[in-house]
């Protein structure tokens, strides 16, 4: 099973930023359209960011203007770097491939910890 361990969130006052990290275990890491995905409480999970592994980008209405996705693929790593944070870009945030990993034990899609993020004064 792919290990997603997402890091970099916390506590950020409205107006402020944050830079989440996403280092996935798989080795072909770099192949793979990859995406950040955030759920509130009592909501759906959502797609946020996306990027190609060709560099192209796209993103959801809300955060567009304010967020940037990037990738380094010699480091296999995902980022978020998220500014002018708004008290409802409150949110666990998670990273994946699109489309998601499959679980090895289940048949729905395997997701990781995810990183909490609170905007909030």
């Known amino acids: 099973q792919v290990q997603l361990v997402e890091s970099g969130g916390g506590l950020v006052q409205p107006g402020g930023s944050l830079k989440l990290s996403c280092t996935p275990s798989?080795?072909?890491?770099?192949?793979?359209?990859m995406g950040w995905y955030r759920q509130a409480p009592g909501q759906q999970r959502e797609l946020v960011a996306v990027?190609?592994?060709?560099?192209?980008?796209n993103y959801a209405d809300s955060v567009k203007g304010r967020f940037t996705i990037s990738r380094d693929n010699f480091k296999n790593t995902l980022y978020l770097q998220m500014n002018s944070l708004k008290p409802e870009d409150t949110a666990v945030y998670y990273c994946?491939?699109?489309?998601?990993?499959?679980?090895?034990?289940?048949?729905?899609?395997?997701w990781g910890q995810g990183t909490q993020v609170t905007v909030s004064s």
């Open positions: 994946n491939k699109l489309p998601p990993y499959k679980s090895k034990t289940t048949q729905g899609d395997y």
């Open positions: 798989k080795n072909a890491f770099r192949t793979f359209d």
């Open positions: 990027i190609t592994s060709g560099g192209t980008t």
